[in-house]
């Protein structure tokens, strides 16, 4: 095989004297005369040996293409300029595109070279290859096995969203590229075993010819993003300093309360609050069952008990009717989650903790309960900064709430979470403040700042307490993102969500969800859209045929009793099917601050062709 291979190198990298023709003419014929590398014929299967495959990749690294009949205008030499070669009626294009997708990459390098291009006649392949990151390709009516059929309809539905028509045989042509497949043979012929189509002309690829990837939801960084941070850093405080401070009395601020605790994420702040107040083995916490695992993982970490209960089927959030059936003498929380960032029912809620004849169910078994004297209700509102109920914001309608300041939320900080401390004046809110400053650092009586000013080095740990502090690095992030959240932020989200509802409104099999009424507004977080009638398999493999589109899709979420877990603690989604129905039919679409209108026209079109 090294002689071989040594051989065909001295060919092509002759001295030159060879003219480019008779050098590929002499490449193709020492191929020709190596039986050892021809086509071995099995059962009208052709299958090229290893040795082949190293031989024909080592010619495309060197950019020769050859065929049963070679023309000089048939060499394509590295770094040629852009134009069109012809040979007989078949033409190669070479673009100086900077850039193709390894789907299609790997597609043609799965058909055309391992094992999947044969002819009666060897070597009627005419090329693939990559030259300066272009891909181009010409196959002289060679049969293909098509052994994979879901490749075939990938190609498909690339070639027609790109403007492609299905003329005849399920040839697709385009004005300006021309023929892509000829006399390509119809799904039924596909997919039979051992099945063949055609391919007699040129495959065509530039920057253009996918589209751009849409992702789900990245987070907005910029520079001015970039700028915050480096001033951070440069300044010495990347621990907790004064841009948390900062951002906490911003919060505090913006959704019209006194104090603000920022912790590295809103699962600390939530099991922060139930350490807080007490939850501990024996007690239950009502939460529902259609939500992240991160609501009831908390009350798990505090040897408690969730009790999970239905939502409504309009709106995904948690069901007051089933609240009340599910207090006991043992209920110390309500977790309501504002899903997809639209508020609960927050005066319902707290007119049912008030009722007194569930105030007389509540056995408080610490002073702060007792202070308290109801079931404390501490909102999830992971997804809703900026939300509003009757008025007033999110983190001004519970007790206590607490945000997610996750990279795919809103507002992001990277990772973080701040805690909305509401409560009545029964509690000095100044003295919780620090309560809860001490607890999320070890317990310790300073922080580094405190601990900062010349002679003031020494602390008390009072508790062993836990490590969520957030960090300047991260809160610099959040003082420019809160500094534009509502008016570009959220103007923007709206944007999106009004423009996926004024289609999707319009099609009966669509159920969009509810975001806006007379005494809400929503986030705009998620954009949950339902489908009527389908199974959960069915909307999986929605989901999938639109990944083809490269268009990232996402569900919100598994029901807490679908996951392991929690199915393992006997908890059953047969109970929950309203959780269920909505899961089963729900889609999130892509929202984020990047999202241009060409590409919502791009989700809104290929969504609706499905």
């Known amino acids: 095989m090294t002689i071989i291979k040594n051989e065909l190198q001295s060919i092509i990298l002759g001295n030159g004297q060879i003219g480019k023709t008779n050098k590929l003419k002499a490449v193709q014929t020492f191929l020709r005369r190596n039986e050892n590398i021809c086509y071995e014929c099995s059962d009208k299967k052709f299958i090229k040996k290893e040795e082949e495959k190293q031989l024909l990749n080592f010619a495309f690294t060197q950019n020769f293409f050859f065929s049963g009949e070679i023309s000089e205008d048939l060499f394509v030499a590295e770094g040629a300029e852009q134009r069109v070669y012809r040979y007989n009626e078949y033409q190669v294009i070479k673009t100086n595109s900077a850039f193709f997708y390894k789907t299609w990459l790997d597609y043609f390098n799965n058909l055309l070279i391992h094992n999947y291009f044969f002819s009666a006649t060897a070597y009627e392949f005419l090329g693939f290859s990559v030259i300066n990151s272009s891909l181009f390709a010409v196959v002289k009516q060679d049969f293909i096995a098509a052994r994979e059929v879901t490749k075939i309809n990938l190609v498909k539905c690339l070639l027609e969203y790109n403007g492609f028509s299905n003329t005849r045989n399920n040839d697709y042509y385009n004005p300006e590229l021309g023929i892509i497949f000829e006399d390509l043979h119809d799904e039924n012929v596909l997919s039979r075993e051992q099945a063949f189509f055609f391919i007699d002309t040129v495959f065509y690829l530039t920057d253009n010819f996918f589209p751009t990837p849409i992702p789900f939801s990245p ?133 049912l903790v008030n009722n007194e004849n569930v105030k007389q169910k509540f056995i408080p078994r610490t002073e702060i309960q007792e202070k308290l004297g ?12 900026g939300a509003t109920y009757k008025g007033k914001r999110t983190g001004a309608l519970a007790d206590i709430t607490v945000f997610s300041f996750h990279a795919v939320k809103n507002l992001t900080t990277a990772e973080g979470g701040a805690i909305c401390l509401n409560l009545s004046p029964v509690f000095n809110q100044d003295e919780i403040y620090k309560e809860l400053c001490i607890k999320s650092l070890h317990g310790q009586s300073k922080d580094a700042l405190s601990k900062s000013q010349i002679g003031n080095w020494r602390y008390d740990v009072c508790e062993a307490g836990y490590k969520c502090n957030m960090t300047d690095i991260l809160a610099a992030i959040g003082l420019v993102e809160l500094e534009r959240y509502e008016n570009d932020m959220l103007v923007k989200r709206k944007h999106i969500f009004d423009r996926y509802t004024e289609v999707f409104s319009k099609y009966e099999r669509f159920e969009v969800p509810v975001y806006e009424t007379d005494i809400k507004t929503s986030s705009y977080h998620v954009y949950p859209l339902r489908i009527k009638n389908i199974t959960e398999s069915e909307r999986d493999t929605i989901i999938q045929q639109i990944a083809q589109y490269n268009i990232s899709l996402n569900v919100h979420f598994i029901p807490l009793p679908m996951l392991s877990f929690y199915k393992s603690r006997e908890y059953n989604i047969e109970n929950f099917p309203i959780a269920y129905q909505n899961y089963a039919r729900e889609i999130s679409l892509p929202a984020y601050y990047g999202l241009t209108d060409e590409q919502v026209r791009r989700v809104i079109e290929v969504f609706s062709n499905i």
């Open 219 to 351: 987070p907005r960084i910029d520079d001015k993003t970039i700028d915050a941070v480096t001033a951070a850093l440069q300044s010495g405080w990347i621990t907790t300093g004064p841009r948390v401070k900062e951002f906490e009395k911003r919060i505090a601020q913006y959704v019209s309360i006194e104090k603000v605790v920022c912790v590295n994420s809103a699962s600390a702040g939530l099991e922060l609050i139930l350490r807080w107040f007490g939850v501990q083995k024996g007690d239950e916490v009502i939460v529902p069952a259609y939500t992240y695992c991160a609501t009831a993982n908390v009350v798990v970490h505090c040897g408690a008990k969730p009790v999970m209960v239905d939502v409504r089927a309009e709106d995904f959030n948690i069901n007051i009717q089933n609240i009340e059936k599910a207090i006991t003498k043992n209920t110390k929380v309500i977790i309501p989650v504002d899903f997809a960032g639209f508020p609960c029912d927050y005066d319902e809620i707290s007119q």
């Open 374 to 385: 109801r079931i404390l209700i501490l909102s999830d509102a992971a997804h809703s900064i």
